[in-house]
């Protein structure tokens, strides 16, 4: 079975640009996560989508957005993007989203803004 | 926001040797989770803890979770080149859908 697949892999972009960046979870798991992971540091929780529905959002502004389609896939969006946003995303996978349930990521996309 | 403290934030060691590391936190987690991950890839799961107490093993790696729910660690016996990378403790809250990372161990043996 494939894991979690995020796609581009790698992405540069200008400032003030807009980013989208997309995953596909694990087949029959239904949550996704997106994660940001600056350099040198832990990752760091944006959203959790579970059935369609967001179900948590971390500490990141508004620029931020993200949602899941019918078959569970997940598209972050980024606006007016700015060079402290370079990082790599990461996108994570678990069954039902909910407590006592195993995450499990992809490879990320790493967004470098210029 | 809630913070995972992870110790030791690097190790250097020889082939062959065995490994200790941990995380704590001033909260209490639901759900311990430990990670691995290669330059360039995605947080690989090792580990997963689901009860105060509870000691898992996967191969070589030993995992426990504190019974106060405060802390985790992670053995991993006899060491092997293939174990360089950054491991991650990451936590998870009581009644909260996200995960808490800690900032990671680099883990560096010399053959």
């Known amino acids: 079975d494939a894991g979690v697949t995020q796609s581009p892999t790698h992405l540069i972009k200008t400032r003030g640009q807009h980013v989208t960046l997309r995953c596909s979870p694990i087949?029959?798991?239904?949550?996704v996560s997106w994660y940001q992971q600056v350099l040198g540091q832990g990752p760091q929780f944006i959203f959790q989508y579970y059935e369609k529905e967001e179900r948590g959002r971390g500490n990141f502004p508004d620029r931020f957005s993200a949602r899941q389609f019918p078959n569970y896939s997940s598209e972050l969006n980024v606006n007016a993007l700015l060079l402290g946003d370079s990082a790599l995303y990461l996108c994570?996978?678990?069954?039902?989203?909910?407590?006592?349930?195993?995450?499990?990521f992809g490879q990320g996309t790493r967004l470098t803004v210029v | 926001g809630q913070q995972l403290n992870q110790s030791p934030q690097s190790m250097f060691i020889q082939e062959g040797e065995d490994v200790s590391m941990n995380c704590t936190s001033s909260?209490?987690?639901?759900?311990w989770l430990w990670y691995k991950q290669d330059p360039g890839e995605g947080p690989v799961l090792l580990i997963a803890l689901y009860k105060a107490g509870e000691l898992t093993s996967n191969g070589r790696l030993t995992a426990q979770f504190g019974i106060t729910r405060k802390d985790s660690f992670l053995n991993i016996s006899a060491s092997i080149p293939s174990d360089v990378g950054i491991y991650f403790c990451?936590?998870?809250?009581?009644?909260?859908?996200?995960?808490?990372f800690g900032q990671g161990t680099r883990l560096t043996i010399n053959p």
């Open positions: 990451a936590g998870q809250l009581e009644g909260a859908q996200k995960l808490v």
């Open positions: 994570a996978s678990s069954r039902t989203g909910f407590r006592d349930t195993e995450a499990f």
């Open positions: 087949s029959g798991h239904k949550s």
């Open positions: 909260s209490i987690f639901n759900t």
